[in-house]
């Protein structure tokens, strides 16, 4: 999403806290001024409880052996339908890691990290960062710096329109794919977080499979996810569970492909479940265990899968 509606959205929210705690320290306490507060504050924690609680309902009583005997995705599928503990402190390391990225973060330091594709320095093999829904580059501030400090070529897209179809997207990512394969001569690593992911699958349907080293996906609704069901915004529709769009996905994927695709999952991920939604048939899956959706970003096995494919010549397994 395009930095300054953000900026603009948390200037606002401050304008408006600040003004109603001016307006009860000059007037004195009203119930309707008092709940008006409790919003602005609360909002956050309570909508992340809402997801949490609706995930833990959709994931009661799974295991891996349930996820398994659905043959969706193979590879490690450990822990199973998170437990009390698991999901407070997923709930906990969610809430700081989403005041961070969208109070700060996208709002405030979009920018902060250019790309290196005209960086002369730059070695080796690139890598091209595509966000999910309701983001922009600056989800990936940290990666950026250190791919910065490894002096390899990388390129953050933000997509826009925000609300757009997915399909709109693949003219964004065809450019930043471009740019890499201009500046190393190599086919990029691609790290796609949430809808990021199926914007990817969809450009990837679009070219080679060849031009993409690795796909790399995290917390992505490959089937869709039930929190979508009353959805109204045209991309979020396409990642109801089941339908059409999805499928037609899934069909111009090919085995080339899935074979070049890491996928990084999560009993505790807030917005894509049940949990096996996140899996890709014929790809690698890498199951977390009490991780939540936005936080998966900085668990350090997708940043380790990212260096290994960077420095692996063999794009499959």
Same mark, same amino acid.
């Given at each position: 999403?395009?930095?300054?509606?953000?900026?603009?959205?948390?200037?606002?929210?401050?304008?408006?806290?600040?003004?109603?705690?001016?307006?009860?320290?000059?007037?004195?306490?009203?119930?309707?001024?008092?709940?008006?507060?409790?919003?602005?504050?609360?909002?956050?924690?309570?909508?992340?409880?809402?997801?949490?609680?609706?995930?833990?309902?959709?994931?009661?009583?799974?295991?891996?052996?349930?996820?398994? %005997? *659905?043959?969706?995705?193979?590879? &490690?599928?450990?822990?199973?339908?998170? =437990? $009390?503990?698991? /999901? +407070?402190?997923?709930?906990?390391?969610?809430?700081?890691?989403?005041?961070?990225?969208?109070?700060?973060?996208?709002?405030?330091? %979009? *920018?902060?990290?250019?790309?290196? &594709?005209?960086?002369?320095?730059?070695? =080796? $093999?690139?890598? /091209? +960062?595509?966000?999910?829904?309701?983001?922009?580059?600056?989800?990936?501030?940290?990666?950026?710096?250190?791919?910065?400090?490894?002096?390899?070529?990388?390129?953050?897209?933000?997509?826009?329109?925000?609300?757009?179809?997915?399909?709109?997207?693949?003219?964004?990512?065809?450019?930043?794919?471009?740019?890499?394969?201009?500046?190393?001569?190599?086919?990029?690593?691609?790290?796609?977080h949430s809808m990021g992911g199926l914007a990817a699958r969809a450009w990837w349907a679009t070219?080679?499979?060849?031009?993409?080293?690795?796909?790399?996906?995290?917390?992505?609704?490959?089937?869709?996810?039930?929190?979508?069901?009353?959805?109204?915004?045209?991309?979020?529709?396409?990642?109801?569970?089941?339908?059409?769009?999805?499928?037609?996905?899934?069909?111009?994927?090919?085995?080339?492909?899935?074979?070049?695709?890491?996928?990084?999952?999560?009993?505790?991920?807030?917005?894509?479940?049940?949990?096996?939604?996140?899996?890709?048939?014929?790809?690698?899956?890498?199951?977390?265990?009490?991780?939540?959706?936005?936080?998966?970003?900085?668990?350090?096995?997708?940043?380790?899968?990212?260096?290994?494919w960077l420095d692996s010549s063999a794009p499959g397994p």
């Amino acid at each position: 999403m395009n930095a300054r509606i953000q900026r603009a959205g948390v200037l606002l929210w401050i304008f408006l806290t600040a003004g109603l705690l001016w307006h009860l320290g000059v007037r004195g306490p009203g119930a309707l001024n008092i709940a008006v507060l409790l919003i602005l504050l609360f909002a956050l924690p309570i909508l992340l409880a809402v997801q949490f609680l609706l995930m833990t309902r959709a994931n009661s009583g799974r295991h891996p052996a349930t996820i398994a %005997a *659905a043959d969706v995705g193979e590879g &490690d599928v450990s822990g199973g339908s998170p =437990g $009390r503990a698991a /999901v +407070l402190r997923a709930y906990r390391r969610e809430l700081g890691t989403a005041l961070r990225v969208f109070a700060w973060r996208q709002p405030f330091r %979009a *920018a902060s990290e250019p790309d290196t &594709d005209s960086d002369a320095d730059a070695r =080796g $093999r690139g890598v /091209v +960062l595509v966000h999910g829904f309701g983001c922009n580059r600056a989800l990936w501030l940290t990666w950026l710096q250190r791919l910065r400090l490894q002096r390899r070529t990388f390129v953050a897209v933000t997509l826009e329109p925000p609300w757009g179809p997915i399909e709109r997207y693949v003219g964004t990512i065809e450019e930043a794919v471009a740019r890499v394969e201009q500046r190393t001569g190599l086919a990029p690593v691609m790290v796609a977080h949430s809808m990021g992911g199926l914007a990817a699958r969809a450009w990837w349907a679009t070219t080679r499979p060849q031009r993409i080293h690795r796909l790399i996906t995290l917390g992505t609704p490959h089937h869709g996810t039930a929190l979508a069901v009353a959805a109204l915004l045209p991309n979020v529709r396409q990642m109801q569970r089941g339908n059409p769009w999805l499928r037609r996905l899934a069909d111009a994927d090919g085995p080339e492909r899935r074979a070049r695709t890491s996928c990084f999952w999560s009993w505790c991920d807030n917005i894509v479940f049940p949990a096996e939604t996140g899996r890709l048939e014929g790809a690698a899956s890498h199951a977390l265990d009490d991780v939540a959706h936005v936080h998966m970003v900085w668990h350090p096995r997708p940043w380790a899968e990212l260096q290994h494919w960077l420095d692996s010549s063999a794009p499959g397994p």
